[in-house]
Structures are given as structure tokens and as C-alpha cells.
């Protein structure tokens, strides 16, 4: 599979406005393998998120995302940023989703997982994980980097965070375990990050 043209030509200018208007600290990079398959999974804070981790690689980035953003005009943009979409109404739109990351994954490609399936706007530091980035990685044998999104996004302020984590073998047995396992990993670095704030 090719990687999307129009993702390859949009990108570099993207990411340079994205990094002078928000200036975002990134930690944890070198978790991100330079090629092969991997899945990143973590929280989600807000619709420049996919910016946020998108500017994380140079890798095209391949986001499991609501099928609203590849309506209308965003079929054009969005769809030529090889973003995935799913209709979370639609069990049916669900699996046609996972059997397309798969393909991806069996091609050595990068595919992006909010597993919380929707931005975070609960008083919680976080929602609870669906269980779909942990069954695509075990289905396909591939490993999950885990990152946390630190901070608010404002702008000409270096306030927002993302931070990868070493990365997650999911080995056969229960697919709940291993769920709560990512969930905790990224739960625990918020907290961490959170107390770090309040010394």
C-alpha cells in the first residue's frame, strides 16, 4: 500500500504551523520505531490531538476515526490523509474499520488509536478504553506504544505534552487484562504529571 500523496505534500507545512502557534513538547519519540508495523494508543483532549500526534513521526500516520470528518468537503482533506473512518453508530462500520487498520498493519503501516473513542470532556482525567486497539493488536502481532497527552493546547505557549511509553507486547489470554494494562499505563502518567504540577 502507498502512502497517501496528498498527506505527504500537506504535512510538512502542517506541522510547521502546528509547532510555531502551540509549541508542543514531545517526549518518548524514540519509542516510535522507524518502520513496521505499531500502533500508538492513548487519551484524547481535543480535536488538534491528531496534530499533536501526528507531528510526533515523520511516518504517515494512519488514524481510526469517526466517518464526520470524511463528509462533504473533509472526504477530500481528511480522506487524503489516510485517515480511517468509522461510524460508531454502526457495529458493521466498526469491523469494516478493524479489517482496514488490519491491512494496514499487515503491510508494516502505523496506525493511531484513541481507544477512549471520543474526546475526553468528563470532569475524570480520563474514560475508560474501549477495547479495539488492544484486539487489532493482538489480531495482527502488533505492538501498541502507549502515549499521554499533558496539558492544555494555548497558543505561542509551550503547555501541551505528548509523551510515548516503551512499548506493549499483547500476548494471547484476556483481551480485558490487556486493555486495562494500556489503560493503566497512560492513567498512571497523567496522575504523575498531574501531581508534578500540583508540588
Not at 505534500?9 to 510547521?16: M, T, W, Y
Not at 477495547?131 to 501541551?160: E, H, Q, S, W
Request: aromatic share 10%; hydrophobic share 40%.
Amino acid at each position: 500500500m502507498k502512502e497517501p500523496i496528498f498527506y505527504k505534500v500537506v504535512k510538512p507545512g502542517l506541522s510547521a504551523w502546528f509547532k510555531l502557534f502551540y509549541r508542543p513538547k514531545y517526549e518518548g519519540t524514540e519509542n516510535i520505531p522507524e518502520n513496521g508495523k505499531i500502533i500508538l494508543a492513548g487519551n484524547h483532549t481535543n480535536l488538534l490531538d491528531c496534530l499533536l500526534v501526528g507531528t510526533s513521526t515523520k511516518r504517515c500516520v494512519h488514524f481510526i476515526a469517526k466517518a464526520e470528518l470524511t463528509k462533504g468537503i473533509g472526504k477530500y482533506i481528511f480522506g487524503g490523509l489516510g485517515i480511517i473512518p468509522v461510524d460508531r453508530s454502526s457495529s458493521a462500520s466498526g469491523a469494516q474499520a478493524v479489517n482496514v487498520a488490519e491491512e494496514y498493519l499487515k503491510d508494516d503501516k502505523l496506525i493511531a488509536i484513541f481507544p477512549e473513542g471520543t474526546i475526553n470532556r468528563t470532569d475524570d482525567i480520563m474514560m475508560p478504553f474501549k477495547g479495539g486497539a488492544v484486539k487489532i493488536a493482538l489480531d495482527t502481532g502488533t505492538k501498541i506504544v502507549p502515549f499521554a497527552i499533558i496539558g492544555k493546547y494555548k497558543m505561542f505557549k509551550r503547555n501541551v505534552k505528548i509523551k510515548f511509553m516503551p512499548a506493549i507486547e499483547i500476548e494471547r489470554g484476556s483481551l480485558k487484562a490487556a486493555n486495562q494494562k494500556l489503560y493503566t499505563t497512560v492513567r498512571n502518567e497523567l496522575e504523575n504529571a498531574r501531581e508534578g504540577v500540583n508540588k
